[in-house]
């Protein structure tokens, strides 16, 4: 019993801090997960909608939180630091956890919660039972904790704490250090918005009262359709709502022609305008070269003339989905990179290259 007690707290400790530090990489991708949850209860419970709307501001800090907390206490479950306290606190958070993967599961809201960030995607009903177990695993800690030895220093917890906070702050005024989403620098987006290989289904058809799979559609018409159901679902395209648009029509394809610089400007109160000045300079000094500059925002029509016009961006502007824009960058602005369809560059507004920058990546 002593060693499974030992291999149990190494496990959930070790599961923690992973955790902990894949979204840590990204807490802006944590921040939209924590938004989107939010939106959702402010819906289900109309009572208190301005409570969970009023929440949305501070998102990006509950994300820090969190996701700090994780790796702390899972340093501290490792080091037997404290461990009545830090148990019961694991405890709570993995009830929360449960909570809001059970939620997303059963009324099939938030489709995935985040547990592992981007780089790890989980189905709505795995996440929970992974939970669920998580949820088991403690509670045999908390029953075995006096089997374990503590830690008389928490030097270990205290570090981790620094660099937890640390690698938030650096992803959050720069870009995440591990780039684990479709729009990565590499990638290239038409080949990612094709199926790796042909989609194959089965068909469930039903007859007599019994159910058959068919891998052609049988041409009995005495069977009965009741879904289709696709076999290799890890071929699907991984990219499959990036979309460009203006008032004349698709510019989908024409953003993977050539030499693209683009400035992503996404709607929403955190647009840092004083970087605006130094991508003008970059916009500008492109002129008349082989990369063309372009503006890609979900701001209204009405709302991105008006900054285009202030601010000088001369540059023609297109429309794309904000969760798209949200997924290319955490940055708002942010500068992208393509060069016939793949990614070449991303940069954050605090380093905004100049035009030599953006040359060498290309």
Same mark, same amino acid.
């Given at each position: 019993?002593?060693?499974?007690?030992?291999?149990?707290?190494?496990?959930?400790?070790?599961?923690?801090?992973?955790?902990?530090?894949?979204?840590?990489?990204?807490?802006?991708?944590?921040?939209?997960?924590?938004?989107?949850?939010?939106?959702?209860?402010?819906?289900?419970?109309?009572?208190?909608?301005?409570?969970?709307?009023?929440?949305?501001?501070?998102?990006?800090?509950?994300?820090?939180?969190?996701?700090?907390?994780?790796?702390?206490?899972?340093?501290?479950?490792?080091?037997?630091?404290?461990?009545?306290?830090?148990?019961?606190?694991?405890?709570?958070?993995?009830?929360?956890?449960?909570?809001?993967?059970?939620?997303?599961?059963?009324?099939?809201?938030?489709?995935?919660?985040?547990?592992?960030?981007?780089?790890?995607?989980?189905?709505?009903?795995?996440?929970?039972?992974?939970?669920?177990?998580?949820?088991?695993?403690?509670?045999?800690?908390?029953?075995?904790?006096?089997?374990?030895?503590?830690?008389?220093?928490?030097?270990?917890?205290?570090?981790?704490?620094?660099?937890?906070?640390?690698?938030?702050?650096?992803?959050?005024?720069?870009?995440?250090?591990?780039?684990?989403?479709?729009?990565?620098?590499?990638?290239?987006?038409?080949?990612?918005?094709?199926?790796?290989?042909?989609?194959?289904?089965?068909?469930?058809?039903?007859? %007599?009262? #019994?159910?058959?799979?068919? +891998?052609?559609?049988? &041409?009995?018409? *005495?069977? !009965?359709? $009741?879904?289709?159901?696709? /076999?290799?679902?890890?071929?699907?395209?991984?990219?499959? %709502?990036? #979309?460009?648009?203006?008032? +004349?029509?698709?510019? &989908?394809?024409? *953003?993977? !022609?050539? $030499?693209?610089?683009?400035? /992503?400007?996404?709607?929403?109160?955190?647009?840092?305008?004083?970087?605006?000045?130094?991508?003008?300079?970059?916009?500008?000094?492109?002129?008349?070269?082989?990369?063309?500059?372009?503006?890609?925002?979900?701001?209204?029509?009405?709302?991105?003339?008006?900054?285009?016009?202030?601010?000088?961006?001369?540059?023609?502007?297109?429309?794309?989905?904000?969760?798209?824009?949200?997924?290319?960058?955490?940055?708002?602005?942010?500068?992208?990179?393509?060069?016939?369809?793949?990614?070449?560059?991303?940069?954050?507004?605090?380093?905004?290259?100049?035009?030599?920058?953006?040359?060498?990546?290309?």
């Amino acid at each position: 019993m002593k060693i499974l007690a030992h291999i149990v707290r190494f496990l959930v400790g070790g599961i923690f801090i992973f955790s902990g530090l894949i979204k840590l990489n990204d807490p802006v991708g944590t921040q939209i997960k924590l938004e989107e949850y939010f939106e959702v209860f402010a819906t289900d419970f109309p009572a208190l909608h301005d409570f969970w709307m009023g929440l949305v501001p501070y998102a990006l800090y509950f994300s820090v939180l969190m996701c700090a907390a994780e790796v702390i206490l899972g340093v501290a479950l490792l080091v037997s630091w404290r461990l009545k306290q830090v148990s019961w606190v694991l405890l709570a958070l993995i009830v929360f956890f449960t909570f809001l993967t059970f939620y997303s599961a059963y009324y099939n809201k938030v489709t995935d919660c985040g547990c592992f960030g981007d780089f790890l995607k989980l189905k709505p009903w795995t996440s929970f039972t992974k939970d669920v177990i998580l949820l088991v695993l403690i509670i045999f800690i908390i029953w075995q904790r006096k089997v374990y030895r503590s830690f008389v220093t928490g030097s270990l917890v205290g570090f981790s704490a620094i660099f937890s906070v640390a690698l938030a702050l650096y992803a959050i005024r720069y870009l995440p250090p591990f780039d684990f989403l479709p729009y990565k620098v590499g990638n290239n987006i038409p080949q990612l918005m094709q199926p790796s290989e042909p989609l194959r289904y089965k068909y469930i058809m039903e007859k %007599d009262g #019994k159910t058959e799979e068919f +891998e052609k559609f049988p &041409t009995d018409t *005495t069977y !009965k359709y $009741k879904e289709m159901v696709l /076999i290799n679902e890890e071929a699907k395209p991984k990219i499959t %709502d990036y #979309k460009v648009w203006n008032n +004349e029509g698709d510019f &989908t394809q024409e *953003t993977f !022609k050539g $030499k693209k610089l683009i400035i /992503i400007i996404k709607n929403g109160p955190d647009l840092n305008v004083a970087s605006l000045a130094k991508i003008r300079t970059l916009i500008n000094s492109f002129k008349g070269s082989e990369v063309e500059a372009l503006i890609l925002t979900s701001m209204s029509d009405a709302s991105i003339q008006e900054i285009t016009k202030a601010y000088a961006l001369e540059a023609p502007y297109f429309f794309a989905d904000g969760t798209v824009l949200k997924t290319i960058s955490r940055s708002n602005p942010g500068v992208w990179l393509l060069k016939d369809g793949t990614v070449k560059g991303k940069w954050h507004y605090n380093t905004t290259p100049d035009k030599e920058g953006v040359l060498k990546k290309l």
